[in-house]
């Protein structure tokens, strides 16, 4: 049976404990609170973070999101019931069985399952092969797990300082004959580090996947489980030993997607489907019995495969997002800054204002390297239509054709890594590695809905699930 907690109000302060005080509710107590306005909020009262102010009161609800509710605007608070909550993830020890495939899942701080700290409110990442198996027991019928942390960062600190250890940590569990990799990785930058890990993790000879949850293991709605499921599988059976990312296809839990790293994109910021192949089709969809393969034009599983791990990154390279009005003292800046490569996403078909031009070339003539992606994200860069684009061609500027800025970013930052002359910098850019410059967009590579319209609400009343 579990015990209280010795604070009953554990965090809360200020207004906020006053208020859960004047109506004799606890953290864990489930209420029905109504405010100013007549609204019900039904579910369990949170444990408030240290770090938070002292106005609201946190509520649960039952569909698993958590509300804030302003101490000024609660009416009453009715409590129906009372059950402190079990947080921690039971740690059981993984199973070995000979006949499974060995995964390597290598963790940088994303959160796959999850348990709540009580003094700040956080979800904690549950990541040992024995709290992964307490909190998602199938992966025990998939493969034999290793878990191996390499940093506990948000994805937003991802950086040159554990971009090449991860590459590297890759290469050492392929050459100790893990049959498949997973990365547990956060969400936001996750694209950026399957484009570079594309470069320098190059022929590999199994499953490289990384994966993530746009919402945490504490709430209903979590699609970490079911993401990691889908990931293991695919590192430990699915056939494309390229790296991957694996997450939601649609909103539903019908099936996962796995996407090409450098070609994918975070499209939602909390949407559980947010990650969206840009400029081609999803490599495959995944769920917990099979695979459904969308392509063959991919490299296939073999274990006799020689991986190469180039693990070199040059940090100096920026992303100028192109607007109108652009002065050309940012460019100048750069420069005086020690930059040595820019990727501009122009608009259109490859294109910033002419007051640019002097200052771009001045940065050229310094030696430093300017390529042009297009902000549009779909479609090539195209700059021999306009005057505009063949006069920055003139310049010096090298179009990326379909390569998504942060692909460019990251490529950037790697072929800097190896070499500063400037014929040997656009060559390997403008040479691909891992299909981030494609021959031609599918037919079926450009498919946004518009919401409103007759034939989309049909097609939406008919397949939304």
């Known amino acids: 049976m579990n015990q209280p907690a010795k604070d009953p109000l554990k965090g809360y302060r200020g207004q906020a404990r006053q208020a859960l005080e004047r109506f004799g509710v606890r953290v864990w107590s489930e209420v029905r609170l109504t405010n100013d306005a007549g609204s019900v909020f039904e579910g369990v009262i949170l444990p408030r973070s240290e770090t938070f102010d002292d106005l609201h009161v946190v509520v649960k609800m039952r569909n698993g999101y958590n509300t804030g509710v302003h101490v000024e605007r609660i009416r009453a608070i009715q409590e129906l019931g009372y059950k402190e909550a079990v947080y921690k993830i039971p740690e059981r020890e993984f199973p070995f069985n000979a006949g499974l495939p060995k995964v390597t899942l290598l963790g940088t ?3 796959i ?4 700290d009580y003094r700040t409110g956080a979800v904690i990442p549950a990541f040992t092969p024995g709290e992964l198996y307490g909190a998602v027991p199938e992966l025990a019928d998939i493969c034999n797990l290793t878990t191996r942390k390499l940093f506990g960062v948000f994805s937003e600190n991802m950086s040159k300082d554990q971009y090449i250890p991860l590459a590297q940590a890759i290469g050492e569990e392929i050459a100790a004959g893990a049959d498949g990799i997973v990365i547990g990785h956060g969400t936001d930058t996750m694209g950026h580090t399957a484009a570079i890990l594309s470069f320098m993790v190059q022929h590999s000879p199994v499953p490289i996947v990384l994966v993530g949850s746009q919402r ?4 209903p709605s979590s699609d970490a489980a079911l993401n990691l499921i889908h990931a293991v599988r695919s590192a430990a059976y699915g056939d494309i030993a390229e790296v991957m990312i694996s997450m939601f296809g649609p909103t539903s839990d019908r099936y996962g997607l796995l996407h090409r790293g450098t070609r994918c994109r975070k499209m939602h910021s909390s949407y559980r489907s947010t990650f969206r192949t840009v400029g081609d089709i999803p490599l495959c969809m995944v769920s917990r019995d099979r695979f459904d393969y969308l392509t063959r034009d991919y490299l296939p599983r073999d274990k006799s495969r ?9 940090d100096r390279v920026t992303i100028l997002y192109y607007y109108p009005g652009m002065k050309p003292d940012l460019v100048d800046a750069l420069v005086e800054k020690g930059y040595k490569g820019i990727v501009i996403a122009g608009t259109g078909l490859g294109h910033v204002n002419k007051p640019l031009y002097p200052a771009l070339k001045r940065a050229i003539q310094q030696g430093v390297h300017v390529v042009m992606a297009v902000q ?26 379909n390569m998504l800025p942060e692909t460019a970013l990251m490529k950037l930052c790697w072929v800097l890594g190896h070499t500063q002359d400037h014929a040997e910098v656009m060559r390997m850019m403008r040479t691909p590695v891992s299909h981030e410059i494609t021959e031609r967009e599918p037919h079926n590579g450009y498919l946004i809905l518009q919401g409103g319209l007759p034939e989309t609400e049909e097609f939406i009343t008919s397949h939304w699930k």
């Open 376 to 401: 549009t994200l779909w479609g090539y860069a195209q700059m021999y239509v306009y005057d505009t684009g063949r006069d920055l061609l003139d310049i010096g500027i090298v179009p990326l054709d």
């Open 113 to 116: 399952a999850s348990r709540l």
């Open 216 to 219: 945490s293991s504490d709430r």
């Open 109 to 111: 701080g994303g959160t």
């Open 306 to 314: 020689k991986v190469h791990i180039d693990a070199v990154y040059d």
